[in-house]
């Protein structure tokens, strides 16, 4: 049941937010005296522990990020590698700026657009949704503008974690030994690394990958010139073109990376600054922070069948704002303010009521493996990454040389046909040649009178922003402490209907109520989506690492 017909307001309207794309407003004076910590939480221990080890030595907050996005590439490829891509908001604590970039996955210039109308496509034709890695160059700008140390100090400690072995952690046994376990089979590559003597590789045991040990030296030496150009540039295109794929060595050179203008919602005293198109993950959280005012939230409950039924609703207002108006902001205008006006917030909120539930369309007017990281320095610099090959290992297609697993990011375009379903009648996020595909990773800081006071996102394809959501107004509005924030369980939204997906925890008073509010509710079975966090404590300024247990990450401070 989509709900009864019995409209009412449910809350006086609200604003209490200041919303756009912006630099942060200027900072005020700084506190006399502030404890300075390090840290990291990331979905690998070995890349937490590779992190605190590059801060130790020295490196920065950019610096220990970097190392820690390469070593999740060995020890977690199915999230993320060399033939993936991602975002990174970077806090500078000298000057209070915070920076934005995007290294996420373009579309080949000989784009076969018209294969995307017929997805799911035939293993034979994977090769088809591999777009142009942007994780090496992504990785290597994040070192050049923000790194105290040298770019090769940075490779090395992959290159040796593939050379001399790595253990293999739960989360990755997990899946080696679950249902796509034929999927990844299906390539030889990943087949000869993670299932030796034909079975998948288990928690502990030690595995190498000389082949992408070999890349990672060159990466080392060479820089990201070493993957665009050259024979490793040949590898990557020869692997998506044995497989239906028009990727080039044009398109592998002519790869950027984007700066962007991050999006800043200034709520309730707090300035949260998080990823702007094309990430739609950003847009959401900004159109929840301004639908509803804390206190309204606090009456609500966060944890209580209304307030997650209202926070349902406003997601899925957004989910339809993603279908009808987020695209590369390269390729078509994206007018964040207009979708974040007061008066036209306002306007939606009349429809949310306390019984009833929406499908998406009735918004309109007329979605993986992700690595989430998040560092600090003892200086106060902060770095939020997200890195992804967007399924687990990608495409399923291993470079035969180079060892590097190639991503299958273009899946996250949309076709025609289901923008037309959902009543969209110009595809924003159609593919089309050069064009990178909206994606839900949401890199995010919360600032509190110029200083970090939340640093956070998270992994699973378009789970994403509820999760981050979730976890930050748990932080923000109930005071929830960082470990418990993360762990506690969450709902998420189904992407055909107006299903609500429940985490194992909620009680069956809750089911039944979210029920009686029209809600779907069926049971989450989805577990590989994870909020990595760290938090500076209130009083003593002290960090506090969160790493989501759904993944078996870890988070250590020093």
């Given at each position: 049941m989509l709900g009864r017909f019995r409209a009412f307001a449910l809350f006086p309207l609200v604003c209490a937010v200041s919303l756009g794309l912006a630099a942060p407003s200027p900072p005020k004076a700084p506190a006399k005296s502030e404890p300075r910590a390090g840290g990291a939480a990331t979905e690998s221990r070995l890349a937490t522990q590779a992190a605190l080890a590059e801060l130790r030595a020295g490196g920065s907050a950019a610096d220990a990020a970097v190392v820690a996005a390469l070593v999740a590439g060995v020890a977690s490829p199915t999230s993320s590698g060399l033939g993936g891509g991602g975002f990174a908001v970077v806090f500078s604590a000298a000057d209070r700026t915070t920076t934005v970039l995007d290294f996420r996955e373009t579309a080949p210039k000989s784009l076969d657009a018209a294969a995307f109308e017929r997805r799911p496509l035939p293993s034979l034709e994977r090769g088809k949704l591999v777009g142009v890695p942007g994780e090496p160059a992504g990785l290597y700008e994040l070192n050049r503008r923000f790194g105290k140390r040298a770019w090769r100090n940075l490779v090395a400690p992959a290159e040796r974690s593939a050379r001399q072995g790595f253990?293999?952690?739960?989360?990755?046994?997990?899946?080696?030994?679950?249902?796509?376990?034929?999927?990844?089979?299906?390539?030889?590559?990943?087949?000869?690394?993670?299932?030796?003597?034909?079975?998948?590789?288990?928690?502990?045991?030690r595995l190498t990958n000389p082949k992408l040990a070999a890349t990672l030296a060159r990466l080392k030496n060479e820089g990201?010139?070493?993957?665009?150009e050259g024979a490793i540039a040949d590898d990557i295109v020869a692997a998506a073109r044995?497989?239906?794929?028009?990727?080039?060595?044009?398109?592998?050179?002519?790869?950027?990376?984007?700066?962007?203008?991050?999006?800043?919602?200034?709520w309730e005293g707090f300035e949260v600054v998080t990823m702007p198109p094309p990430s739609a993950g950003g847009l959401l959280l900004a159109e929840v922070l301004g639908l509803f005012a804390k206190s309204e939230l606090e009456r609500a409950g966060l944890d209580k069948p209304l307030g997650i039924h209202l926070l349902a609703e406003a997601m899925r207002g957004a989910s339809a704002d993603r279908s009808c108006c987020v695209g590369d902001p390269d390729f078509t205008k994206v007018d964040v303010q207009k979708?974040?006006?007061?008066?036209?917030?306002?306007?939606?909120?009349?429809l949310i009521a306390a019984d009833r539930t929406h499908l998406v369309q009735r918004f309109l007017e007329s979605v993986h493996g992700t690595h989430q990281l998040v560092v600090a320095d003892a200086a106060g610099n902060v770095v939020v990454l997200a890195t992804t090959v967007n399924s687990a290992f990608g495409s399923d297609i291993t470079c035969e040389k180079s060892g590097i697993v190639l991503n299958d990011q273009l899946d996250d375009f949309t076709s025609n046909a289901e923008a037309k379903r959902l009543g969209v009648k110009d595809n924003p996020n159609a593919a089309r040649p050069g064009a990178r595909p909206v994606s839900s990773m949401m890199p995010t800081l919360v600032l509190r009178d110029g200083r970090p006071?939340?640093?956070l996102g998270g992994s699973g394809g378009t789970s994403i922003p509820p999760n981050v959501t979730q976890v930050l107004l748990?932080?923000?509005?109930?005071?929830?402490?960082?470990?418990?924030?993360?762990?506690?369980?969450?709902?998420?939204?189904?992407?055909?209907?107006?299903?609500?997906?429940?985490?194992?925890?909620?009680?069956?008073?809750?089911r039944t109520e979210l029920r009686w509010r029209g809600e779907i509710v069926k049971p989450n079975a989805f577990t590989a989506s994870a909020v990595q966090m760290l938090a500076w404590r209130d009083g003593d300024g002290r960090l506090v690492g969160a790493a989501d247990p759904r993944k078996h990450g870890l988070a250590e401070t020093r």
């Open positions: 253990l293999v952690e739960q989360h990755l046994a997990g899946l080696l030994g679950g249902s796509d376990a034929k999927s990844f089979q299906r390539d030889a590559g990943l087949t000869s690394i993670y299932f030796p003597g034909g079975k998948p590789a288990l928690a502990g045991q990201p010139r070493a993957i665009y044995s497989l239906g794929g028009a990727l080039s060595k044009d398109d592998l050179s002519a790869y950027r990376v984007r700066e962007r203008a991050p999006l800043v919602a200034r979708l974040l006006d007061p008066a036209r917030l306002a306007k939606r909120k009349q006071l939340l640093a748990a932080s923000l509005v109930r005071g929830v402490a960082p470990e418990a924030a993360v762990s506690a369980p969450r709902f998420r939204l189904g992407t055909k209907d107006a299903t609500l997906l429940l985490d194992e925890g909620f009680s069956d008073a809750d």
